[in-house]
């Protein structure tokens, strides 16, 4: 059972105000969240405080998850389980078209959080790869050789 915390949905307006806040401020990093927000038409999140603990069922809640959402048409791209956290991120498994949302599934040990995300995602993609193209590995280098990030 989950309590909540803070539901919150930005939609159109209050993503195009930060858009136009940002234009304002020349630090790069601001620069870089305009870069997204261009391309964000919602943004849903979800906190949830969890009765007791996670800790022994995190594994279970993970695959309940999981199910629940491929129910909904939904697959992972990407899981990640750490000690005491689990993060899943799921798109819709539409063929032919790329995803116009998508969830991420945060579970620690005595919370929940939901976010989802719709717009151009091909686009926040894109911008992401210009904005970071100089921190990903040269991928010759990984194919010819052991590569260890």
Known sequence: KLNKNIEISLG??????????TGFINEPEVQE???????????????????????????AAALRVKQS???HGFEPIVMV???????????????GQFPEEL???VMTEHEVVLV???GELEKIIQ????NHAHELPNLDNVFKEEFFL
């Open 33 to 59: 969240a305009r870069d997204y927000l261009d391309h964000i038409r919602r943004v849903d999140v979800g906190v949830y405080e969890v009765h007791g603990s996670l800790t022994t069922k995190r594994t």
């Open 69 to 71: 959402m491929r129910d």
């Open 103 to 105: 969830f991420v599934v």
């Open 116 to 118: 989802r995300l719709r």
């Open 12 to 21: 159109f307006i209050p993503l195009r105000l930060a858009e136009t806040v």
């Open 81 to 95: 389980r750490e000690k005491k956290e689990t993060v899943g991120v799921y798109v819709p498994t539409k063929e």
């Open 127 to 130: 911008a992401a790869v210009k």
